[in-house]
């Protein structure tokens, strides 16, 4: 194999796919990036086998000149060197030439690396998907239905189910869902779909969804996916990631967003957010991070926390909007931070129905996005 590639390109492209690479694979191979050319251009491959991830660089897009093919060939890489190598070159055209014992050389300015390769024949395939199943959705809009779900995952493997972000489509409406069984984030939005199709129960590792993210453009290019029995593929420009499901039923969370309310709180999502978060100084120091909402008679919300150690803290917030009974209830500051930061209304409504029983917030404006977070049993 004997290339030349534009390093911005390339080191752009080793930077997307090392996000698949394991660093702590059984499997030799898996530690590397593979290369591999054909008439179209240039591809790199990674894999961790939760994770794959293949970048392509053409031989010239827009007009600009990408990669050239002098002999092709394939090559795998270890990942860690070469994207090291890769960055610190000086020049901006990289020379990689490949001889029948893997011996690789790249070349760039005045440097040149000679480097030791696999054989790309024993790097395993990617798994071929059956597009029945294909919807798209613009990039910016799947990156922010990630970003104000995702932290919603669990962290704890004694339900591995939960680690994951559920993805159902119905009726041209794409749902995602979140929860560790203390709280639960919602996002919905319309697609682009056939009118027949449908899933449900299609849980993608939270893992997997934060890499996506990180790759994705922000702009509003369509990212195309595919969803299979054990797989999902989100195709983007050159990019194509794949990701393994996850095995399992994920539990009905329709069952416990409580259908009514006995006091509902519109107030600033900003100036809540805010004295969560002075009130969360405290609470975060004493461990529990616990802080108590109490609605008082003149209208107002009385926001403390109180750590034995420490001291204790008192803030008062105006409500726009105050109606139902009286409430006490105390929940965990950081669902809350994390739910309100997730939101991107101005305005929130929180609806509770008792001290012990799940709340709900929703942004005023749109009902695309919902969070339910669980109290704290205080007393």
């Known amino acids: 194999m004997h290339i030349t590639v534009q390093r911005d390109k390339l080191s752009n492209a080793v930077s997307h796919v090392s996000k698949a690479v394991s ?11 593979k290369i591999k050319t054909d008439d179209e251009g240039l591809t790199l491959t990674a894999s961790d086998s939760d994770i794959s991830i293949e970048v392509q660089i053409p031989l010239e897009e827009a007009g600009e000149w990408g990669v050239t093919i002098h002999q ?3 090559i795998v890489l270890t ?22 014992r893997l011996v690789t050389q790249i070349r760039s300015g005045q440097a040149e690396f000679t480097i030791n390769g696999m054989d790309a024949s024993e790097y395993p395939q990617l798994p071929h998907l059956e597009e029945d199943k294909v919807f798209s959705v613009p990039c910016d809009l799947l990156k922010s239905m990630i970003r104000q779900t995702v932290f919603g995952v669990s962290t704890s493997e004694m339900r591995p189910i939960l680690t ?7 009726k041209g409406q794409l749902r995602f869902v979140a929860t560790d069984s203390h709280r639960l984030a919602s996002r919905t939005s319309m697609v682009e779909c056939r009118e027949d199709l449908s899933f449900h129960n299609v849980v993608v590792p939270g893992k ?15 990212a195309d996916i595919v969803v299979a029995d054990n797989q999902i593929l989100v195709k983007s420009k ?4 794949y990701s ?44 529990s991070n616990v802080v108590k909402l109490v609605t008082l008679p003149d209208g107002s919300v009385e926001i403390t926390s109180n750590a034995p150690e420490i001291g204790k803290v ?24 994390d739910a309100l930061r997730a939101i991107d209304s101005s305005e929130i409504k929180a609806s509770f129905t008792g001290p012990m029983s799940p709340f709900v917030i929703r942004p005023t404006d749109h009902d695309w996005m919902l969070h339910l977070i669980l109290p704290v049993r205080t007393y």
Request: aromatic share 6%.
């Open 23 to 33: 660093s702590r694979t059984t499997i030799p191979i898996l530690t590397g990036i």
């Open 72 to 74: 092709p060939g394939s």
């Open 79 to 100: 990942a860690r060197i070469f994207s090291e190598i890769v960055r610190k070159l000086p020049s901006n055209e990289i020379d990689i030439k490949v001889d029948e």
């Open 164 to 170: 994951g972000l559920m993805w159902s489509l119905e």
């Open 208 to 222: 997997s969804c934060n890499e996506l993210v990180k790759i994705l453009d922000d702009e509003q290019n369509p």
């Open 238 to 241: 050159h990019i194509l990631f």
């Open 244 to 287: 393994r499901l996850l095995e399992g039923t994920y539990p009905d969370t329709t069952r416990i967003i409580p259908q009514g309310s006995k006091t509902e709180i519109t107030v600033s999502t900003k100036e809540f957010l805010q004295s969560i978060e002075r009130a969360s100084l405290l609470s975060r120091e004493g461990k």
């Open 314 to 337: 008192t803030d008062i917030l105006m409500p726009k909007v105050m109606n139902g009974e009286e409430l006490k209830i105390s929940f965990n500051a950081k669902y809350m931070i």
